[in-house]
């Protein structure tokens, strides 16, 4: 199976700061990469596909990028509701995998 | 607007049958461009793919649940269901039903938390 190592696990930003999170694939997946914000209690919501295409209705201030086995997702400038919990997923080789989450806190 | 709803009983008793059923509104369940799966979510062990399913009853399983796995869909009534034999504790978890493009859920149901105990 795929692993997929996301670090920070935790993270405290304040509103208007720019975070980075990072992915990293146990082999090259070829951007089949995505990422996902989680509120508690709800669904994951799509945010990037193919490691680096924004998904329709998602803010301009989330962006993708990576290839091969080293994937980043940045928000330029952070405000309050995105404070939530962000996964990578690999669809490349099955079993299909999710990264273990970075948790987004307020400082 | 794609909807997903799961449904299912909430408490479930070691060693017997999860069954849980996906009804889809808003979309037709019979596309060509989409899988439908089911994604399972503990604090234990993060994110799990359980396994998809396509219109025609084409499926995936994960390895490390296939032996105990079915997954079937009903499209006259627009739902797909999941069976997980023989649960114990560590398969109490929020199941999340979802549609599947290019092998990724876009839209996921709101889950729903399946307990396993007696």
């Known amino acids: 199976d795929i692993q997929l190592t996301q670090s920070p696990s935790s993270l405290s930003a304040s509103v208007g700061d720019r975070v980075t999170i990072t992915c990293r694939p146990s082999q090259s997946i070829s951007n089949y990469l995505i990422w996902y914000q989680q509120i508690p209690g709800k669904a994951p919501k799509l945010l990037i596909y193919a490691a680096s295409t924004l998904q329709s209705g998602v803010p301009s201030r989330f962006s993708g990028s990576g290839s091969g086995t080293d994937y980043t997702l940045t928000i330029s400038s952070l405000e309050p509701e995105d404070f939530a919990t962000y996964f990578c997923h690999q669809s490349f080789h099955t079993p299909y995998t999710f990264g273990q989450g970075t948790k987004l806190e307020i400082k | 607007q794609l909807q997903l709803q799961e449904s299912g009983p909430r408490l479930v008793r070691p060693s017997e049958t999860l069954s849980l059923t996906c009804s889809v509104s808003g979309g037709s369940i019979i596309s060509t461009n989409s899988y439908w799966g089911w994604i399972r979510q503990s604090p234990g062990k993060g994110l799990e793919w359980i396994g998809s399913?396509?219109?025609?009853?084409?499926?995936y399983y994960t390895p490390s649940l296939k032996s105990r796995v079915t997954m079937s869909v009903d499209t006259s009534k627009s739902q797909f269901s999941l069976r997980l034999t023989s649960v114990t504790a560590a398969d109490t978890a929020v199941y999340y039903c979802?549609?599947?493009?290019?092998?990724?859920?876009?839209?996921w149901g709101q889950g729903t938390l399946v307990t396993v105990s007696s």
């Open positions: 979802a549609r599947l493009v290019h092998d990724y859920p876009d839209y």
């Open positions: 399913i396509y219109y025609s009853g084409d499926t």
